[in-house]
């Protein structure tokens, strides 16, 4: 009886659940177009179809635009240069200025520091550093004098015995100097080291010998952080030592290049051979003179302008030849002035071209910076969008395959339902 009673039962909970599904399939399926289910499907297909695009477009970077300045404006003419004539030499002479004297900089504080032992450049640093003391007389190397422990008359008759002539080591020797000239370059290790002791010796073997120690001395007091650059320390201390020939290893003309090239190191590359291709053409006792005159020109009456210089002085050389027997660097001085004089409306009109230049130069840049940033701006804000699409689009894909895998379950079970109580009905009929 009581399994009789389960039977019963689970007939029941059948009979009811067929019967939940009949009504369900009657109120849903039967009064709703099958067209319509079709569509709503296809609809829903279509929508994750579209998702997968937009995914697909989204994961594509957006485009950059690339901004290009705009073409720089064509710079006025300058006015033609005034010509100077012999009548114009024959004014009274100019009096001179001096060229600016390169003050020794204070001797930074020379911090101590372990050395270290291991450093792989120290021999090749070493081996430069013998080479200096070659060139550096013996008794510049270290400051000190010399003694007499018996009387300058007893050495005179011993002066072979070292007994009775002593040298006393005073203050920094040079190797002590060197390291305070590394500070300012930032030359720690002997590698570095090396690099600038290398560019200092390429000046030194242009001077004689006995010399040599001055020169060395202004170049480690006058050397600072603007050739922390060691490349650019050994560039432009090539190119003096390889122009230094023009005026016969003078120390003068050396520590005067050395000192220009320090305050002016990107004119450096110009005028260094311009002056030494000037100076050739004088002799030797007159080069000095005329580098003294060309330095004092650019200072003084061409404002550091390095092009209007060379224009000038290129109508002075031709002008030379009509006043044989006439001092080049006085006349040089002389010209320059007048020149100058000559020339200051055209100067004038010049500033004010190459003003008016670099302020339009000046806004095509700053324009071209604004429409960069723009695109900049535009290229993150399009970029930010996309992010969003996507997110946007895996969440439609995601809810169209799961609401096609929904209807389509529903109404396989439906279908299903459909198919079985026909079967019962047929099965019922027969009997």
């Not at 190797?175 to 500070?183: D, G, I, T, V």
């Not at 010049?350 to 695109?375: C, L, M, P, T």
Request: with cysteine.
């Amino acid at each position: 009886m009581i399994k009789k009673s389960k039977f019963i039962l689970t007939d029941k909970n059948e009979n009811m659940k067929t019967n939940y599904f009949t009504k369900v399939e009657d109120r849903y399926v039967f009064r709703v177009s099958t067209a319509f289910w079709h569509f709503l499907i296809g609809l829903i297909t279509i929508a994750a179809v579209i998702g997968i695009l937009v995914l697909a477009w989204s994961v594509i970077p957006p485009g950059k635009e690339k901004v290009k300045a705009a073409a720089y404006p064509v710079k006025a003419t300058y006015p033609a240069v005034e010509k100077i004539s012999l009548a114009d030499l024959a004014m009274n002479d100019e009096k001179a200025v001096p060229v600016p004297v390169y003050q020794q900089a204070p001797p930074p504080v020379l911090q101590q520091r372990a050395e270290v032992e291991n450093d792989p450049g120290k021999p090749a640093y070493d081996v430069s550093l013998s080479e200096l003391k070659r060139i550096i007389p013996k008794d510049q190397w270290q400051p000190g004098f010399w003694s007499y422990p018996y009387g300058e008359l007893a050495w005179q008759m011993h002066p072979a015995d070292p007994n009775y002539k002593r040298w006393n080591p005073q203050g920094e020797d040079v190797e002590q100097q060197l390291e305070r000239s590394y500070l300012p370059l930032h030359a720690k290790t002997y590698s570095q080291k090396k690099e600038a002791l290398d560019s200092y010796l390429k000046i030194l073997k242009q001077i004689p010998s006995a010399k040599s120690y001055s020169v060395l001395y202004f170049i480690m007091n006058n050397t600072n952080e603007r050739f922390a650059d060691l490349h650019l320390l050994d560039t432009v201390f090539t190119l003096i030592a390889s122009n230094l020939k023009t005026f016969s290893g003078s120390t003068d003309a050396a520590k005067d290049l050395v000192g220009f090239s320090v305050t002016n190191h990107k004119s450096a590359f110009e005028f260094i051979p311009f002056a030494a291709r000037t100076c050739s053409q004088v002799s030797d006792s007159l080069r000095y003179q005329l580098l003294s005159g060309l330095f004092e020109g650019y200072y003084r009456y061409f404002n550091n302008d390095l092009e209007v210089q060379k224009e000038a002085t290129g109508q002075f050389n031709k002008l030379l030849p009509q006043i044989p027997g006439i001092n080049r660097a006085k006349a040089l001085r002389k010209f320059y002035a007048v020149y100058n004089r000559k020339n200051q409306k055209r100067n004038n009109e010049i500033v004010r071209i190459n003003e008016e230049y670099n302020s339009q130069v000046a806004a095509i840049v700053a324009d071209s910076a604004v429409r960069a940033a723009q695109a900049e701006i535009k290229y993150f804000s399009d970029k930010e969008k996309k992010s969003e699409f996507r997110n946007k689009s895996m969440y439609v894909i995601a809810g169209g395959f799961i609401a096609v895998a929904l209807l389509g379950t529903i109404l396989t079970l439906l279908s299903i339902q459909r198919i079985l109580r026909r079967m019962e009905s047929l099965a019922e009929n027969k009997i």
